[in-house]
């Protein structure tokens, strides 16, 4: 572990909320362990060990019924550890994984197999190294025709030169945490105008997640809570939320994952608003089949 990187919350409180029956958290992650699934060489961070029986035992601690499991850079392209924690969880796991063009449809048969329903294109320059946008393009078509989708990941001040980028992929897009806005900038700010912007045509879905990352102010992070009401209140059926345990490389403060559930219904004052967030919306995306 870097001598900087703050380990996972070894207690999280029992949130005063409590989730609806079927409830997804829809972001978090795996991490090792290094000594069964090294980390990649190519990291930009070395982060503590967070295996899935941590992981699944926080899920029923906060009231969760399913999980789905985010590949992470500092496992790089090796997707063995989600794919190992997916097929522990007993169908009550989906995954996003990390692929490059060398992936072969064998191997993409494989994940599928094991509940894998999306690539993620990460696009911050501190986590990752660039990679042609027409690889990903051409990731994003092979994936489709299994049904899958695209989780992108990316910083407010890059939507105007990647919009149409994202517009040209051929299946439903996840954007990670609102896509990320400065909260200082307020509301009417031209970078949350452009995402809402995007966020009108119907393929697009966010996540209202990580109000930990967003904060300036700190616990219980008001000045996010605007940002991701407005999301939710006008794209009811296209937002999903995540804790994203084990919150990798967070530097001013560890949060407290049951005071995340909690601002929960901050952000989705009605019962309609979070059963949507929750089950209806993740379930749609992640479990059409339609398992309870």
């Known amino acids: 572990m870097d001598p900087d990187y703050l380990p996972f919350h070894p207690s999280p409180s029992k949130p005063a909320f409590t989730p609806p029956p ?16 090294p980390y990649a060489p190519e990291r930009k961070y070395t982060p503590c060990d ?26 790089g392209r090796d997707n063995r550890a989600l ?14 994984a990390a692929v490059g063009p060398e992936i072969t449809d064998a191997a993409l048969t494989e ?37 899958w ?3 992108v990941y990316f910083e407010a001040a890059d939507l105007a030169d990647l919009a149409p980028f994202l517009e040209r992929l051929p299946t439903t897009v996840v954007i990670d945490h609102m896509g990320r806005p400065d909260v200082t900038k307020g509301l009417d700010h031209a970078d949350f105008r452009r995402f809402l912007a ?6 697009f879905w966010t996540k209202a997640s990580c109000p930990e990352r967003l904060t300036r102010l700190g616990p219980p992070y008001d000045d996010v809570v605007p940002f991701a009401r407005t999301l939710i209140e006008r794209f009811p059926d296209r937002v999903l939320w995540g804790t994203d345990w084990p919150h990798p490389n967070m530097k001013s403060h560890m ?14 004052p009605t019962a309609a608003q979070r059963h949507a967030l929750l089950v209806d919306n993740p379930k749609r995306l992640y479990w059409p089949e339609g398992t309870a």
């Open 255 to 268: 949060p407290d994952d049951g005071a995340l559930v909690d601002f929960i219904p901050r952000i989705a």
């Open 50 to 75: 967070a295996p899935k029986e941590a992981l699944f035992a926080l899920r029923d601690h906060l009231g969760f019924s399913r999980n789905v499991i985010v590949q992470a850079t500092c496992h």
């Open 83 to 96: 794919l190992d924690a997916l097929r522990a969880a007993g169908g009550r796991a989906r995954g996003v």
């Open 22 to 37: 079927g409830a997804v958290d829809a972001h978090c992650h795996v991490f090792g362990p290094g000594e069964v699934f």
């Open 111 to 147: 994940m599928d197999a094991a509940g894998v329903r999306a690539v993620r294109f990460n696009f911050l320059k501190r986590l990752v190294d660039a990679a042609p946008r027409e690889d990903f393009l051409g990731i994003a078509r092979r994936v489709a025709r299994l049904g």
């Open 149 to 151: 989708h695209v989780v």
């Open 198 to 203: 995007l966020m009108e045509a119907p393929k």
